[in-house]
Antibody, heavy 119, light 113 residues
Framework: EVQLVESGGGLVQPGRSLKFSCAAS????????MAWVRQAPKKGLEWVAT????????YYRDSVKGRFTISRDNAKSTLYLQMDSLRSEDTATYYC????????????WGQGTLVTVSS | DVVMTQTPVSLPVSLGGQASISCRSS???????????LHWYLQKPGQSPQLLIY???NRFSGVPDRFSGSGSGTDFTLKISRVEPEDLGDYYC??????????FGSGTKLEIK
């Protein structure tokens, strides 16, 4: 069974940094691209970043480019999101998602971790 | 960026009835490889999203055949027949043809009439 378990969210002040992770199991992690998707309170879904299977390429939405870094450790089957220079508009639940092979859609999702950016 | 327009915003339905959700894209979702990468998700209250339909009309593993997807080019539809209580929640379309970015529709809330 595919499992994605996020951890490390919390309350952080504007301008500060936060890094959280997603532990994957139930599949060969190194075979799949992974992504982060977020959802602000009472709002819709928003793609944040994608990393391909071996970590050699990464993609970001414009509003987080230069502030967020997606990375992975295939030996540990773990996905990361480093968030710097946080803003109030980054407040959201962040979901880890596994992409399908050859298609770019999100086949499996984690339960999400809440990040609140506030002073 | 491709803009995905979903309608309606809210959809009251009777249990056992049928629901139809529309998703329109600002440009064609036909990829240069001939495939169309339009997908549908359901987010039940308090839960993470779950994949229902991928590539317009393919049901994901375990999804009942009450759910069906159709469409082409820029116009797509998700139909739910014989609506059950477990179908209630927020439905989103997603395009992955033109990447980056991946873009979602704004969502449709399916609720009991």
């Amino acid at each position: 069974e595919v499992q994605l378990v996020e951890s490390g969210g919390g309350l952080v002040q504007p301008g500060r940094s936060l890094k959280f992770s997603c532990a994957a199991s139930g599949f060969t992690f190194s075979d799949y691209a992974m992504a982060w998707v977020r959802q602000a309170p009472k709002k819709g879904l928003e793609w944040v970043a994608t990393i391909i299977y071996d970590g050699s390429s990464t993609y970001y939405r414009d509003s987080v480019k230069g502030r967020f870094t997606i990375s992975r450790d295939n030996a540990k089957s773990t996905l990361y999101l480093q968030m710097d220079s946080l803003r109030s508009e980054d407040t959201a639940t962040y979901y880890c998602a596994r992409l399908a092979n050859r298609g770019g859609w999100f086949a499996y999702w984690g339960q999400g971790t809440l990040v609140t950016v506030s002073s | 960026d491709v803009v995905m327009t979903q309608t309606p915003v809210s959809l009251p339905v009777s249990l056992g009835g049928q629901a139809s959700i529309s998703c329109r894209s600002s440009q064609s979702l036909v990829h240069s490889n001939g495939n169309t990468y339009l997908h549908w998700y359901l987010q039940k209250p308090g839960q993470s999203p779950q994949l229902l339909i991928y590539r317009v009309s393919n049901r994901f593993s375990g999804v009942p055949d009450r759910f069906s997807g159709s469409g082409s080019g820029t116009d797509f539809t998700l139909k739910i027949s014989r609506v059950e209580p477990e179908d209630l929640g927020d439905y989103y379309c997603l395009q992955s043809t033109h990447f980056p970015p991946l873009t979602f529709g704004s969502g449709t809330k399916l609720e009991i009439k």
